[in-house]
């Protein structure tokens, strides 16, 4: 039921077995996968001139390195690089003869900073944990391939909701370190309007529970977190998918107990703050001019957290000299925000992203 959660409120694409192959279920078996942590010392962080003696940043990849063979998959907010190795993502993508055949390339699932089994506020730091940005996070995954995994260029990097964030600031940062970007649910503008207050709103709800304490809780503040799952539940999740999952009274019912009676083994208030609060100084739109390799951005119809009818996308992708913008109709396979970790619905695009690159030399 944690995994379920996870997938509900940051990621509600249901998960489905069709294509599966066994090397790539939920444990991610096999196929040269190597599990690990690079421990940068006296890591320096953009803003308030703070650092860590000690910042972990985890990850997992499939396969052997060789030349230019290397692919970065930057997961989403509240998620880790481990969500991606699952039936629907892994199971379409990773398996011989497929897109992202672990025989053909090295695959890199780094946990962001604050995520996964990377170092995070709930470590022990609380709230004295530093105020990190999404250029921490960019640099963090930068060092951990330039000077842990020896990866100086990356045939492509993919990345949903926030790591597709973070492809759009990859693609400025460091402008010939790949050869394409597959940014999936994002848009490549500062966080305002309805996301900056959802996730602000989400912020407020946590620390106005008494129990939270500044951070410094003895046990999860959970009317904070019950506020702020509600908020973040609605902009991730897709109406249809939820109809078809939940026709009756009954149904929404239940599906809604197993979300509340789960989120405080699945969430951390303190990481949640971090999380959410780390896009406050994101904005691509100045440097996309920067960016020289071949980029498909991809959202979907459904999307509450990037709705098409903001028509941001169509002008920021022509600042992108190699750039174009795919917007998926929506469908029964689509599932809202959630779409981004759907390869069957957008595995073409990646398919063409990958010859259109190779053909070009990035």
């Avoid at 690990?36 to 396969?63: C, N, P, Q, W």
């Avoid at 199971?91 to 604050?114: A, E, M, N, V, W």
Wanted: include cysteine; glycine fraction near 10%.
């Amino acid at each position: 039921m944690k995994r379920l959660f996870f997938l509900l409120l940051f990621c509600p694409a249901i998960v489905r077995a069709q294509g599966a192959i066994p090397e790539f279920g939920d444990r991610g078996e096999g196929r040269d996968r190597v599990e690990g942590d690079y421990v940068m010392k006296h890591f320096a962080f953009r803003e308030g001139d703070t650092s860590l003696a000690e910042l972990r940043i985890h990850y997992v990849t499939f396969g052997k390195k060789r030349r230019d063979n290397a692919v970065l998959i930057l997961h989403g907010t509240g998620s880790s690089g481990k969500n991606f190795i699952n039936p629907r993502f892994a199971g379409l993508l990773f398996g011989p003869g497929q897109l992202l055949d672990t025989s053909k390339y090295f695959l890199i699932l780094p946990d962001g900073i604050g995520h996964g089994k990377s170092s995070k506020p709930s470590d022990g730091l609380h709230m004295r944990f530093p105020k990190y940005t999404y250029d921490d996070m960019v640099l963090a995954y930068y060092r951990l391939l330039t000077e842990h995994l020896g990866v100086n260029h990356l045939r492509l990097i993919l990345g949903t909701s926030m790591g597709a964030m973070h492809a759009w600031v990859w693609g400025y940062t460091y402008p010939d370190f790949s050869d394409a970007l597959m940014p999936l649910a994002s848009l490549p503008v500062a966080i305002a309007g309805r996301n900056r207050m959802m996730r602000k709103q989400a912020i407020r709800l946590i620390e106005m529970d008494p129990e939270w304490k500044g951070g410094e809780y003895v046990r999860e503040p959970a009317q904070g977190l019950a506020g702020a799952s509600s908020s973040l539940f609605f902009m991730n999740s897709s109406p249809y998918q939820l109809q078809q999952r939940a026709p009756t009274r009954e149904k929404a019912d239940e599906l809604l107990d197993a979300m509340e009676k789960n989120y405080l083994s699945s969430l951390d208030a303190n990481d949640l703050i971090y999380q959410l609060d780390a896009s406050r100084n994101y904005d691509p739109s100045p440097f996309l001019g920067k960016i020289k390799v071949t980029v498909f951005a991809i959202n979907s119809a459904d999307d509450q957290i990037n709705p098409p009818e903001l028509g941001i996308m169509e002008k920021e992708i022509r600042k992108v000299g190699k750039g174009r913008y795919i917007l998926l109709p929506t469908t029964e396979k689509t599932e809202g925000h959630g779409t981004n970790s759907l390869p069957a619905v957008w595995g073409d695009y990646l398919r063409e992203l990958l010859s259109v690159s190779e053909r070009s030399g990035g």
